[in-house]
């Protein structure tokens, strides 16, 4: 399950480069027949780019301006409708934007491949990290992919394109990774060569298009009580493929980049009795909290989630049995609601378990509050007194680090 | 774009589609047969039926000409029948006919 590291069987060279123009690089790889897309904070460097590498004709891709997100999903599912592989990206309010198309997107069962770089939600208006956009999107029939680093960012997009196209998918895909911290900031990591990357995803080849005028065909129609069900129990079915998907081909990933990752990750979590799960960048942090804390002696660990949609619960659930307590760190808050989104999916994965942790809730980082170090060692004291058979010393759910 | 050619069905079997199950429907409810929109009946909406008048009607095809349903047939560019299976009773041709030879009658009224 846990992410490895193992001797990359092609040439890779080493870059230093955003996680965005990570992002960029591989859609240029991948060479899509379409982008539609409209620039948006702080997703913007990736369309930036990707129209340099249009305008100097280094792809083939069909790349369409548009007026919103509205009107850019609208196109990619025009597009992919049509036959062609497609992608796009986009952030916090954009995707609120392109709400309607996101569902539409993936009833019709088109494998578009969308970057979507955190961002708050407004209001108040802020540009900054946390993952309250796609979170609000988890339940639109999507897969849903969280990196940490720009590595990871750079090679989810090139492992989505094959997961939405699966036979057993055929579903969009968002890959997410953090605004400004991943997107922004200049990261060193390993790039695969364009042939290389041009073989793994091969040719797209969809086996109904509109475009085939030989066998006309209606995408999208009305579909009545009797026939609407049955639809969205297939959405339901492909998504749980998905799972296993997605480790099949990031195991052959991992055999051409060294890279493999699993559907989440496990630190240093094995003989761990507490432990923090965390997703996107914030694990980095942790994971130096949790060498810091196990240089003391302390049995901590860490469960960064890849996967969200689908979310793999029997396997979380299998892979924190042992543990006494866990903490779930959410950045965003689902407000209303017993807790943030992680923290809710976790519990639930749980509850019908015999040997489950006692699970503590958190949401940190709201509109790119820094977490640092300091913040993830009070979590860690907190589980160590849950632990020790002490009462939980905060409330069922703790916004951490806001100011009282 | 791929060059490939695509297979897929030519005649669309939707012999009891009302009781598929999840796994026969196409893949994300798409249409794989062009105009079978015919199959699906829809005049049961009809709250109005028109009825034609031989005597008056001179077959100028101006209600065919206006039918948003296409449920006027015509026959050797003569007027031949209603598609009741479709025609949701609007009454357009009956407003267009300019010799009265269409009129509009309540359903399950007098033919």
Redesign the interface.
Same mark, same amino acid.
């Given at each position: 399950m846990a992410t490895t590291a193992n001797k990359a069987t092609t040439k890779q060279t080493t870059v230093a480069m955003t996680g965005n123009a990570g992002c960029a690089l591989a859609m240029k790889q991948i060479n899509p027949?379409v982008v539609g897309a409209y620039p948006i904070t702080p997703q913007t460097t990736i369309v930036e780019e990707f129209a340099n590498y249009v305008a100097n004709g280094v792809v083939d891709t069909e790349y369409i301006n548009v007026e919103s997100e509205h009107s850019a999903m609208s196109a990619c599912i025009g597009a992919s409708a049509a !036959?062609?592989r497609v992608m796009t990206t986009t952030s916090s309010q954009g995707l609120a934007l392109m709400w309607e198309e996101l569902s539409i997107a993936s009833? %019709?069962?088109?494998p578009i491949v969308m970057h979507n770089v955190n961002r708050s939600l407004s209001g108040p208006i802020n540009i900054h990290c946390d993952h309250s956009d796609s979170m609000g999107a988890r339940d639109m029939g999507w897969v849903q992919m969280f990196g940490e680093t720009a590595q990871e960012a750079y090679d989810n997009t090139i492992i989505a394109m094959r997961v939405a196209e699966h036979e057993k998918v %055929?579903l969009p895909v968002m890959i997410m990774h953090d605004g400004f911290i991943t997107s922004h900031a200049i990261d060193r990591f390993d790039v695969l060569d364009d042939e290389v990357v041009k073989k793994f995803v091969g040719?797209?080849? #969809?086996?109904?298009?509109l475009?085939?005028t030989?066998? #006309? %065909?209606?995408? !999208? *129609?009305f579909?009545m009580p *009797?026939?609407y069900y049955?639809?969205r129990?297939?959405m339901r079915?492909a998504l749980e493929n998905a799972k296993d998907v997605v480790l099949k081909v990031s195991k052959e990933y991992g055999k051409l980049s060294g890279r493999t990752y699993g559907l989440f990750e496990e630190y240093r979590l094995d003989d761990a009795h507490i432990a923090v799960i965390v997703l996107g960048s914030t694990a980095g942090t942790a994971k130096y909290v949790v060498d810091k804390l196990r240089d003391k002696g302390m049995k901590v660990g860490l469960l960064k989630p890849r996967l969200f949609r689908p979310f793999p619960s029997a396997e979380m659930a299998d892979a924190l049995s042992h543990l006494k307590a866990v903490a779930v760190m959410d950045r965003s808050d689902s407000i209303g609601a017993p807790g943030g989104p992680v923290y809710m999916e976790v519990k639930a994965a749980l509850y019908n378990t015999t040997k489950r942790p006692h699970v503590q809730g958190y949401v940190y980082g709201l509109g790119g509050r820094d977490t640092g170090p300091d913040q993830i060692e009070t979590v860690f004291g907190d589980l160590q007194k849950v632990a020790r058979g002490e009462e939980a010393p905060r409330e069922a759910v703790t916004l951490l680090g806001v100011k009282e | 774009?791929?060059k490939?050619?695509?297979?897929?069905?030519?005649k669309w079997n939707i012999k009891g589609?009302?009781n598929?199950?999840?796994?026969k429907?196409?893949?994300?409810?798409?249409?794989?047969?062009?105009g079978n929109a015919a199959d699906y009946k829809t005049g049961g909406w009809r709250s109005n039926r028109p009825i034609w008048d031989e005597e008056k009607c001179t077959n100028c095809l101006i209600c065919w000409i206006n039918c948003p349903d296409s449920s006027i047939r015509v026959k050797d560019e003569k007027w031949d029948s209603f598609d009741y299976d479709h025609c949701k009773g609007c009454g357009i041709c009956a407003n267009v006919c300019p010799t009265k030879a269409i009129t509009m009658v309540e359903e399950g009224g007098e033919k």
């Open positions: 027949d !036959g062609a009833a %019709m069962r088109l %055929m040719e797209y080849v #969809p086996k109904r298009a475009l085939d030989d066998n #006309p %065909m209606t995408f !999208g *129609p579909a *009797p026939y049955e639809q129990k297939a079915v | 774009m791929s490939t050619k695509i297979k897929t069905q030519t589609i009302e598929w199950g999840w796994k429907h196409p893949l994300g409810a798409t249409i794989p047969e062009a």
